[in-house]
């Protein structure tokens, strides 16, 4: 068999021999894991596209107090930009690690999965005091709307956090370094696009004005 059989070229253009990573490509040169997180960020597309066009029909209808009657734009903002400084530290952590310095990949993926809970923990206490001001899921349809579509987004932080620690462990571990830098990779692509996705609903959810006269 020729040397030209047994190898293929590598998302790189540089030739693999099926015992290495060629195994992993597909013939569009991308690894098909890479593939299937771009695969299922698109759906996520859609069903978070969904989410806002949901809220958008409903955020000016129903009686009663509504999202936007006790937003505090202040406070969202710097919540926002506690999650958007993550997507920062998410960068550093592949970038240490694709130097092959673990301690400081597993440092900066720390940070990055504090920074998520930071988020978190400000949306929690944002849903609370929006409760005790007599907004909740059942309020009316705008309020609805405003919880499942922000909720859902959380649920995603949450589980790029789970993702994020459970990267610490396996890096302690030395379970993740450099030769396998991709699974650092995919969850920053997956934490990336939650991190986007907010920047949208931040920006449709908070900052856009509600129609009046509806009710």
């Not at 569009?28 to 029909?57: H, P, Q, V």
């Not at 370094?177 to 650092?184: C, D, E």
Request: charged content about 10%; glycine content about 10%.
């Amino acid at each position: 068999m020729t040397e030209a059989a047994v190898t293929q070229p590598s998302s790189e253009g540089h030739p693999q021999t099926p015992g290495e990573h060629g195994a992993h490509y597909t013939s569009t040169g991308l690894d098909n894991r890479k593939l299937a997180m771009w695969g299922f960020l698109g759906s996520e597309c859609l069903l978070f596209g969904a989410l806002i066009s949901a809220y958008l029909l409903y955020r000016g209808r129903g009686a009663g107090t509504k999202p936007i009657d006790v937003y505090d734009i202040p406070y969202t903002s710097v919540s926002s930009f506690v999650l958007l400084m993550s997507s920062l530290t998410m960068v550093l952590a592949l970038s240490a690690l694709q130097r092959d310095d673990e301690r400081q990949s597993r440092i900066w993926l720390m940070a990055t999965a504090l920074l998520g809970m930071t988020f978190i923990g400000g949306q929690v206490y944002e849903f609370t005091t929006f409760v005790h001001e007599g907004l909740s899921l059942t309020s009316n349809p705008a309020s609805s709307a405003f919880f499942v579509l922000t909720g859902f987004h959380g649920t995603h932080v949450t589980l790029g956090i789970i993702m994020l620690l459970s990267l610490v462990g396996m890096s302690a571990a030395g379970k993740v370094g450099k030769q396998n830098s991709l699974y650092v990779e995919l969850v920053g692509l997956y934490w990336h696009f939650v991190d986007i996705v907010w920047v949208v609903i931040f920006t449709v959810v908070y900052l856009m004005p509600s129609p009046s006269g509806t009710g």
